[in-house]
């Protein structure tokens, strides 16, 4: 009697450790895979909090964790996850599955790792919508990614950087006793690679004075530039830490400087030479543009604007 013909199995499913796969279930009009696991005899439980050998089974859960696609196609993995009590914590626990992330049990660890891959190139609620998945979901895998990362993480030698805020939460998430500094993070750049080595929490002197800390005495004195705004918490920190740096004011903040400088003295100008108020109408923002456009870009709009002449 000839053995029973079993289903034959991709190497990219067989890295479920102690779960089998039962079958597969397939939409091709939705280009989607269900991959139903089930769990050996011989398998393991541990607690998803410490480790430790669970006891007696309490109960179970379905459980449908997102893979990573394949061919195009959407892969989801669906198993039963036991529930067991942990003597360690004298609590039912969940099991520890090897293969979803621990953050989010609704994706695999290659997913998992994926998606980290992806925001690296855009932006969470980009990748969110590429894979198919909730935003908060992608937002959990890869906070709890980059925690993982930080561990082994080394701030590079640097002699060129760059300081600078950006909003981290809105004024409507401002906590009790916060104040508006404390909803930014000051963010630091290696000016020759273009990349973020460091960030911290609020826009203070502290924040900088904790980078600096960081890369120790030695490497403070080392660093020969520092381009910041003009905010006097960075530039008091540059001054006391690194005393052979050269503080630079980014170009940004110094046009904005000087274009309201130069708004002012044409708002002194035009009420010296119109003190009755006749000619308001031209500090309007819509004729501004009359002031800065470049001669040769008049001349063209000009021609531009001119209706087409019948032949």
């Known amino acids: 009697m000839r053995p029973k013909p079993e289903i034959y199995i991709p190497q990219v499913f067989r890295t479920f450790q102690g779960f089998d796969i039962k079958d597969i279930k397939e939409w091709r009009e939705e280009r989607r895979m269900e991959l139903i696991l089930e769990s050996r005899s011989d ?8 480790g430790c050998d669970l006891g007696q089974m309490d109960g179970r859960y379905f459980l449908r964790s997102h893979h990573m696609r394949v061919m195009g196609w959407t892969v989801v993995v669906c198993f039963w996850r036991e529930k067991r ?12 599955i090897d293969f979803i992330c621990p953050e989010s049990p609704h994706v695999t660890e ?13 932006s969470v609620l980009a990748v969110s919508r590429l894979e198919s998945l909730d935003k908060k979901t992608c937002y959990r895998v890869d906070k709890y990614v980059l925690r ?11 002699t060129h950087i760059a300081v600078d805020e950006v909003y981290a939460r809105g004024p409507k998430q401002k906590k009790k006793g916060e104040t ?8 630091i750049v290696d000016i020759k690679t273009h990349k973020v080595i460091w960030v911290s929490k609020g826009r203070s002197k ?20 520092v381009a910041t ?11 006391e830490c690194c005393p052979n740096a050269t503080l630079v004011w980014d170009r940004f903040h110094l046009v ?8 002012e003295d044409r708002r002194d100008e035009l009420e010296r030479l119109d003190p009755e108020g006749k000619m308001e109408d031209l500090m309007n923002n819509k004729y501004k543009y009359i002031f800065l456009t470049k001669k040769k870009n008049e001349l063209l709009r000009k021609v531009v604007d001119q209706p087409a002449v019948a032949s």
């Open 110 to 122: 290659e997913l998992a790792w994926w998606l980290t891959r992806l925001t690296e190139m855009t």
């Open 43 to 50: 398998r393991e439980h541990f607690c998803c909090r410490c």
């Open 206 to 225: 502290e924040a900088l004075d904790e980078f600096f800390e960081l890369i120790g005495k030695q490497a403070c004195q080392n660093i020969k530039v």
């Open 180 to 187: 508006r500094d404390d909803l930014f993070l000051t963010v």
């Open 85 to 96: 009590f942990c003597p360690a914590c004298n609590k039912i626990r969940s099991e520890f």
């Open 148 to 158: 993982r990362l930080l561990q082994g993480y080394k701030i590079p030698e640097v």
């Open 229 to 239: 705004d003009q905010y006097d918490g960075y530039a008091a920190s540059v001054n």
């Open 256 to 263: 904005k400087h000087f274009n309201e400088a130069l708004n």
